[in-house]
């Protein structure tokens, strides 16, 4: 079985921080499509504390933009900011708890912390109902005590 670190509050505190992001892009994203122009890239960064040049804006757009069509989308976006994420063995399980999900759930539905604990028994993963209460609070946006299965999908994706 894969042992999980006693405490996982620097992985559940990455997750929150990706879920900052996915809700910074969706309050810049005016017409809900799903993409962001510089400026807005720009607005983007501006509200989580930083104050790029247009310079900096464009070089971000540049190596964000891997399709090369001129916007970001929410998953560029993501990756943009992820390359760098570490979450130990949290990665790998969220990876495959998504697959084990992602067959039973439509896209408008929620995952719970009490579903992401019963799916960790095919997983052979040492991690408490409380672990995965934390997980799923970690992405929980709106505080309802789960996470839309689309955001889940979101942060899994851009940790892949």
């Known amino acids: 079985m894969a042992q999980v670190p006693g405490s996982l509050s620097t ?3 990455a997750l929150s921080h990706l879920m900052g992001l996915v809700e910074a892009f969706r309050a810049f994203d005016g017409d809900n499509d799903g993409l962001i122009s510089a400026a807005e890239l720009g607005g983007i ?3 989580l504390g930083y104050n790029p040049s247009e310079h900096d804006v464009k ?3 540049q190596q964000g933009d891997t399709n090369r069509d001129g916007l970001l989308s929410i998953v560029e976006f993501l990756k943009m900011n992820t390359q760098d994420m570490d979450l130990g063995v949290l990665g790998p399980f969220l990876k495959n708890a998504f697959t084990l999900l992602e067959a039973g759930v439509e896209e ?7 579903e ?3 799916v960790i028994g095919d997983m052979e993963m040492e991690l408490s109902l409380d672990d995965c209460q934390d997980i799923i609070a970690a ?3 709106d505080g309802d005590g789960c996470v839309s299965f689309e955001d889940f999908k ?3 994706q851009s940790l892949l």
């Open 108 to 114: 408008d539905d929620k995952v719970t912390g009490e």
């Open 45 to 47: 960064m501006g509200s």
């Open 59 to 61: 070089t971000m757009m």
């Open 154 to 156: 979101l942060i899994v």
């Open 139 to 141: 992405m929980d946006g």
């Open 11 to 13: 992985e559940t505190e």
């Open 116 to 118: 992401l604990y019963g």
